[in-house]
Each structure stands twice: as structure tokens, then as C-alpha cells.
């Protein structure tokens, strides 16, 4: 293999090297020759979940001891960077903190070579909007991330933007965020484009938004209207909102996932209206937009496939 060109290298490893570094370290244990093959890929994916126990201050053994190998590692290993990032927080009691003080590190180290991003943080105390915070006071860059989820978000009810409008992800084509309890659409799309406002706008294509609290009212349709590009030009005039903006016209996809309590304070007699209104405005936002819009119910939930009329 060592005959072998870089660049096939790289795409046997990238098909190979997907489970968080299991494979990676097999293969560095077979001979010197293969070890100096794995070293550039080495981080290639990582995935890393840390638990937060009330009273102790060292379980985040696992950040602590990847932070540590990276840190050692040869320049070739670091200078293949982190491609693939999963991370996952969970508390269970305290000092949660202390696990995020790594968390940031780690992806700040990864930041110039990561192209997947996945956040997932089961805190009460520590989520993503703090990280997103810090990336912009420090103005770290992700030059070459596409696609980012996070889950456990908390949503806020006013814009987070840069003083400069740096632009963080300037590759960003698909984001997901997935919120915490009771997070209606209004600080849902203000946490959303917050982050939309720190990409480039021109790759963005796939914004979805999950365990969103909805509420079948006028003021929600509205809402969604402009969301989507559709509301009259005097909208944000009535509302008292000036800094609201609709989905860019990059955005081609376009999905809200609903929270359970959202379909069970529906009145079933109300669904078939809810139905024809989500069908006039899917089909209202293709024809204008070029939107493909979905409303879903809570995934994989039998209970409220009747509301969809599936």
C-alpha cells in the first residue's frame, strides 16, 4: 500500500475510518509501515461522550485524555486534522462546566479541518449557544465544515450575531438543530438565523429545526409565512420585530419537526383544516420560493400519524 498514490489513499481511508478511531488504531498496531501510512488520518473521525457526576471534577477523563494524545501526536497526525467531530455532554448532576471548557478546546483545535460537526448536549447548564458564543468573541473560522447538527439546544429570543458579521462557515450547506423543551418558532428561527447569519448564504441549501413547540394560531402561520419569503412587506412593521430576517434564497429545503405536546393539544376535528392550510403553503412555497417545505410529526411516533392523515 505504501505504493500507493496519496490521493487513493486517502479515499480507501475516508470509506474506512469511519468509527470514531477504532479502525484507526488497529491498523497502527500491524506494522511501522501501516502506522506510517494511518498517521496522517489518524484523527480522521472522532467521536467523544463525557459524563458530568455531581461532585467530581476528573470524569471528563475521555476529552481530557484526546486532548492530550492530539496534543502529543506527531505533525503529520495533526496536520491531517479532525475531519469528522461528534460530541456529546451529558449531566447528570454537576459540573457540567468543566466538561464544556474541554468541548470548546477540542473543536477550536478541530475547527481548521473539520468538515461534519455533530454537537450533542444533554445539560441543563452547558449548550450550544454558549459554544457559538465563544466562536464568535474568539472569530474561529470553519473553513471547510458542510454540514452541522446539534442537539439539546436551548433557544433564545434575540439574535446572536457578530459585530464584524464574520463569516463562520462559509461552506455550510446543511443545518440541523434539534431545540429543548417549550422552544416556540419565534426564538427557534432567531437561534437559527443567528447561525444562518454566520454562514456565507450562497452553499446553505438544507435547514431543519426539530422538537419545536407549534401552536396552530394566526400569529404562528404568519410567522411561518415569513419564515418561508411569503409574509406581505409590512409585516415586520406589525409585530415590532425590524431584525427578523426569512430563510435565505439559497435555502431549498426547509423542515420543522413538532414536539409531542404540540399534536396532543390539537383537536382532532381541527386536523383536516391544519392539513389543507399545510398544503396550500407547501405548495405556495414551492411555486414562489422553490422551497420544499415540510411540517412533520415526531418521528418514528405512531400516535400521531392520524394528524398527518397517514
Known amino acids: 500500500m505504501d505504493s500507493l498514490p496519496n490521493e487513493l ?17 488497529c491498523l497502527r498496531l500491524v506494522s511501522k509501515s501501516m502506522r506510517a501510512l494511518i498517521e496522517p488520518f489518524r484523527f480522521y473521525r472522532v467521536e467523544l461522550t463525557s459524563t458530568a457526576v455531581s461532585g467530581s471534577r476528573a470524569l471528563p477523563s475521555q476529552y481530557q485524555q484526546f486532548l492530550s494524545t492530539y496534543k502529543a501526536a506527531s505533525p503529520i497526525a495533526q496536520g491531517g486534522g479532525i475531519r469528522h467531530l461528534s460530541s456529546t455532554v451529558e449531566e447528570l448532576y454537576q459540573g457540567v462546566l468543566h466538561v464544556g471548557e474541554f468541548a470548546n478546546e477540542l473543536v477550536a483545535l478541530a475547527a481548521p479541518t473539520l468538515r461534519t460537526l455533530r454537537l450533542h448536549c444533554r445539560s441543563t447548564t452547558f449548550g450550544f449557544v454558549d459554544q457559538f458564543k465563544n466562536w464568535i468573541a474568539s472569530n474561529t473560522q470553519f473553513p471547510q465544515l458542510t454540514d452541522c447538527t446539534m ?26 438543530i434539534s431545540f429543548t423543551a417549550f422552544d416556540r418558532l419565534g426564538p427557534v428561527h432567531k437561534t437559527a438565523q443567528s447561525i444562518i447569519a454566520a454562514s456565507s448564504q450562497t452553499y446553505l441549501t438544507c435547514v431543519e429545526v426539530s422538537q419545536v413547540d407549534v401552536t396552530f394560531t394566526p400569529p404562528f ?27 435565505p434564497p439559497c435555502v431549498k429545503e426547509f423542515t420543522i419537526v413538532m414536539r409531542p405536546s404540540s399534536v396532543d393539544a390539537v383537536d382532532r376535528r381541527e386536523s383536516e383544516d391544519i392539513q389543507a392550510q399545510l398544503a396550500e403553503l407547501t405548495k405556495e412555497a414551492a411555486e414562489k420560493r422553490g422551497v420544499a417545505f415540510e411540517l412533520l410529526p415526531p418521528l418514528h411516533d405512531a400516535n400521531f400519524i392520524w394528524f398527518f392523515g397517514m
Request: glycine share 8%; hydrophobic share 45%; proline share 6%.
Open 9 to 25: 489513499l486517502e479515499a480507501i481511508f475516508s470509506e474506512a475510518l469511519l468509527d470514531g478511531g477504532r479502525t484507526a488504531c
Open 221 to 247: 402561520w404568519d410567522l411561518l409565512r415569513f419564515e418561508l419569503g411569503l409574509a406581505p412587506d409590512d409585516y415586520l412593521t406589525r409585530i415590532g420585530e425590524n431584525d427578523l430576517l426569512p430563510l
Open 151 to 176: 442537539f439539546g439546544v436551548s433557544a433564545v429570543d434575540h439574535l446572536i450575531i457578530s459585530p464584524d458579521r464574520c463569516c463562520l462557515f462559509p461552506l455550510l450547506r446543511s443545518l440541523r
